[in-house]
């Protein structure tokens, strides 16, 4: 499982992180988690896993799986195939790309039996709950209307995620809980640990930044 | 575009098909196509499209596209991810993914802009004649009760082939036909051949023989 | 099959037509389509079919119907179900309620073999084209970005509705075409017929309007 | 909320239960509810909800919502239109009709701001668990695999029950559970409640009989 606290990038599907823009994030981080010591891990488009996995010494992570076995299933994302690529953890149920109920269930079930880390996000303290019943390794808490956005969670709604945790933890006292949504700098990195959750999990702060050197560094330095 | 008559290849997610086994299979139709002539390829799991691309000189395809650009689509699959990786074309609506009609016209532009090669599947008569209105490179008629069976199409239900071909040539006569669904050896791929389509999309027939080798051999000598 | 040109309703799921407030609308088009002689019919919610058939004249449409047969589809809206409520037609593959390719050519053929009026919907010349395939009864062709705005696509995209008709009678001179989006008043329907089109197909235009009246005898006005 | 233990009948959309034939079986329920002071409950089509709700005395029930408010929502089921048409409750997410997990959230939500009744389905323990997470009114364990066939859930599976119960008491102890699948007599109703639950959700035992009256008194007696 992810060394925690741990700074997670997902990287979407934007132009500036497809190929070997990935692998070009992914050095940095790699550079810069083992000159701080920071724990840290890219989630990458399934067709750059390899290519990154092969590179870099950080965890190299899916951005979904489907809830499936290997079969019949055309151009669905196998759980096997991302760990054979060489992921070592996928995202699930991202607010970009959801799931119904019972296959996050599979998907969860299915990342235990590949021995696959896993991060399952939620929108809100309710569904964080929820998927705490399914004592996953991660739950990432993202309200949707703040993705991609300016503002930080934690400055915007501070109390989805200290609610959040503690809900999580009620259920099942394992599951670590993300930050996320609008995460763009050290100080927001720093007050998600405060409120209690084990690290962020970003995007556009990175992916779409000029400098993206420094803005990883500042980051790594709220840890 | 595909040189026609063709033999695609859907390895689907197969475990038969995943990683290394996805490459050997790819290199067998390599050697066998560089050997007869035939013209043949191969469409492989998003991150099995590198390894492939790589190493074979047949075309590498991607087995599914979503009609997105680039953005925050988080774990969709790009079309300018897969081309990137190294596909020069992609499956669009195959019958184990469906499409809304609009995003069929959709990846259709997509892969248009993109210079991708692409095979639209259609279930029936009807849906080949509408896909045929989008004017794509191909169309694959796959009658979806006969997929992964033991009776090819062409035994099964050959009207379909021939109705589909007239179908589609009347609304524009410059998209090709292929023929799929049960699809095993050389006697079917001449026949779909003589049906009046320019060639075969299979997937089990070869994925799960034991001695492909002699399967694609056989396919082969149908053309 | 519904007689043209014709001036068709579709009240979505606004509060403004839900229950009692469905068959206020009904009767008043009810009323003035007697009073003018104009064609005139309302698709309403699967709730409100039997109370409006019930009352008023002019054909009761679905807003929607699943591509279904009797038998376990808990929570699916059967062809069945609609026309013996005494719904006289459907739409199809609404831009709020898109089907996949396979299911719109179900979804034609059942309400054919029901002997249910039906407009498919389309978001472009390409999908108007696509649809027309099918031989369905009618095709609205409605941009999506102008659905619900204040601008008619008479005005803003004219050539969408001269060249759907075009490409809808080059593959099928019987299936008729309206025009939808933005339509708010007579004159807005008196430009879509002279662009060729058999009608309109609006929605908020009517039911967000204080004065339904007016706004009702306004549109029949123009035809 | 519906009296407990009560028997709830999910009629889908089968050809005995659509149109006059759910109001006949409604009138069986209804009066065998009378006759016995067993509660009873009947979840119907949404056409047939007002033709239901204003002959019989027992609860009239949805079998679905969409999580929509009122708007332009072409062809959903609005929360608000199922409770003017006269139902007091509705199903949420069964298992041929299943919500992305944030949806579930959103649909209980908008029943309880509605007043509405509701039972949310899931397919084993750990489902059951994460529903409530969001403190339903009740929950109904199915497993899909015997819906609809002769072996009733209480004889195949019975810890899926008494586990269900356990797992939900943990994390809600207020909600209460119902048992589905495969229910067909008496003798599986008095299991059901043996194993914990507060009542049966069933389907084709009673729609398909040819004694509904037979098999409806039955049921009541297992009470």
């Known amino acids: 499982m ?3 606290p741990v700074i997670v990038l997902n990287v979407k599907t934007y132009a500036e992180a497809t190929g070997n823009n990935a692998l070009e994030i992914a050095q940095i981080m790699d550079n810069i988690s083992n000159e701080t010591g920071v724990s840290m891990a890219i989630s990458v488009q399934a067709t750059d896993i390899t290519k990154c996995a092969e590179k870099v010494s ?3 992570w899916a951005e979904h799986i489907d809830p499936i076995k290997p079969g019949s299933h055309t151009g669905w994302t196998l759980p096997e195939a991302i760990k054979n690529a ?9 607010s970009e790309h959801r799931l119904i109920l019972a296959d996050v269930d599979t998907c969860i079930t299915l990342t235990k039996e590949l021995g696959l880390d896993h991060i399952v996000c939620s929108n809100n303290v309710s569904t964080s709950k929820a998927i705490a019943a399914f004592s996953p390794n991660f739950v990432a808490v993202e309200p949707p209307e703040l993705i991609g956005g300016d503002i930080s969670v934690t400055t915007a709604d501070p109390d989805i995620i200290s609610n959040s945790v503690k809900a999580v933890k009620i259920v099942d006292k394992n599951v ?3 930050c996320g949504a609008g995460v763009k700098n050290g100080k927001d990195v720093a007050m998600a640990i405060e409120l209690g959750s084990d690290g962020v999990l970003l995007a556009s702060g990175v992916v779409k930044a000029k400098e993206k050197v420094s803005v990883i560094r500042d980051l790594a330095s709220g840890l």
């Open 86 to 94: 060489g992921a070592i953890g996928t995202l699930i149920n991202h």
């Open 2 to 4: 992810l060394k925690t």
């Open 176 to 178: 670590k809980v993300l």
């Open 58 to 60: 950080i965890p190299v």
